[in-house]
């Protein structure tokens, strides 16, 4: 079939789409489905919205099963997987069992198989003849990285694209022929979106903010996710491209509205490089001192390309004897306040702004689990100071919630967002 035109789907299916990665070994725990990211992306570019993606096995019935369910909710499914020539690469054979007909061989395309293999001096294996079969009526979508071709079809009014499962060949024969042709259908309509983001709040807070900024934007898509330390906020818009983008920047500028100064950046930009932004501007240089959290605030900001510009060093001081010997809290202090104390914390970031020379430091000291808590200082408990610059000084105490990783990595976020909001509240006006 060639640009299919389908009857018209029903109005709360015409412009879904559900994505079905096939593939055993994509519900083991070695490997991650990385393509319906990529395709939810470039289908909403068009203006298609992934209404639903699942993950099934090479099983047949399991996916004939996904694919009725699919058909219920999108007018279009794009799998991905299951095209290869050895026994387990099952897709094909199941497609056409939902189809409700019977696989055909295409010679033209078996010869194609053939032709690649010989100029590659290699006699092709009789298993790779069955990537020749296809159901009848079906646009073959060929394949110029690989032996398995992709293929588009159809029930009733419901399309499928099928398509291997190698990002690289997947990609090439979506961009070369499936997104052209949806976006000629479309009419120019396209999706966008912008991820505001937003630390040091939880879920429930950033939610509470923007709750009356839903109502003025009632038929636009607003999902409000959260990751250790942060929250992300997803606005949408659908339209042609020049109205999409007004409506975009009026939500967005309601929202941000709302939230101020407490977002720090846009759809991929990360916390430490909105720091690092700031401390480049004000030409200050970074000292960290770390002991709960052992390095990680250093990772994240040293993984901001460019941060030598602003970030000289830090000490991961586990250990008392360390904490005085590096960074020079006192024995009193520790003795009499312990080393998970704002007291100690405050020491440990004076005494990392002295060692480095730095302008302003940040350290945190705490305990992360999942032992060493007691009923006055919980597991979670972290203290976070900062000294610094012009000898301005915050210091904060949390409690954060979950495993020792999670405690981890939330803590060096929420620490960062700290300093992120001491350096603005420090600007001059």
């Not at 976020?413 to 350096?423: G, I, M, N, S, T």
Request: net charge neutral.
């Amino acid at each position: 079939m060639t640009g299919p035109e389908v009857p018209a789907a029903p109005p709360e299916r015409a412009s879904r789409a559900a994505i079905v990665a096939i593939g055993s070994e994509l519900l083991s725990p070695l490997r991650q489905d990385t393509n319906s990211l990529w395709l939810t992306a470039r289908l909403e570019e068009v203006g298609i919205v992934v209404a639903r993606k699942a993950i099934v096995s090479d099983e047949i019935a399991d996916i004939v099963g996904e694919l009725e369910t699919a058909s219920r909710s999108a007018a279009l499914i794009v799998t991905t997987g299951g095209l290869g020539p050895t026994a387990d690469d099952r897709t094909v054979e199941a497609l056409a069992r939902w189809l409700g007909v019977s696989l055909e061989r295409n010679a033209e395309f078996l010869a194609k198989i053939r032709a690649r293999f010989e100029r590659r001096g290699i006699r092709m294996p009789e298993v790779n003849a069955k990537q020749a079969d296809f159901p009848p009526g079906a646009r073959v979508l060929e394949n110029p990285r690989g032996t398995a071709p992709g293929f588009w079809g159809r029930r009733g009014d419901t399309e499928v694209v099928v398509l291997p499962g190698v990002p690289s060949e997947m990609r090439e024969i979506m961009e070369a022929t499936v997104l052209p042709e949806l976006a000629r259908r479309s009419g120019g309509a396209v999706a966008r979106r912008r991820i505001l983001r937003i630390a040091g709040m939880g879920e429930s807070a950033v939610e509470e903010l923007v709750a009356p900024v839903y109502a003025r934007w009632p038929e636009n898509p607003v999902t409000i996710l959260a990751s250790p330390g942060e929250v992300e906020l997803h606005l949408v818009t659908r339209g042609d491209p020049a109205a999409a983008d007004r409506r975009l920047r009026a939500m967005e500028a309601d929202f941000r509205a709302a939230l101020g100064t407490r977002v720090y950046g846009e759809d991929s930009a990360a916390l430490s490089q909105a720091v690092g932004e700031l401390l480049r501007r004000r030409t200050l240089r970074l000292a960290l001192a770390e002991s709960c959290t052992g390095g990680m605030v250093a990772a994240l900001v040293t993984d901001v390309a460019g941060s030598s510009d602003y970030f000289l060093g830090g000490a991961v001081t586990y250990a008392d004897s360390a904490k005085q010997a590096l960074l020079d809290v006192s024995p009193e202090t520790l003795a009499r306040h312990g080393a998970v104390s704002g007291e100690s914390a405050r020491e440990m970031a004076r005494g990392a702004l002295a060692r480095f020379g730095a302008d302003v430091a940040l350290s945190l000291t705490g305990i992360a689990g999942p032992g060493g808590g007691s009923e006055a200082k919980p597991v979670g408990t972290v203290h976070i100071a900062i000294a610094g610059p012009e000898g301005k000084e915050l210091l904060k105490k949390r409690l954060f919630v979950g495993d020792r990783d999670l405690i981890r990595r939330t803590a060096s976020r929420h620490a960062l967002e700290l300093l992120r909001r001491h350096l603005l509240a420090a600007e001059p006006a």
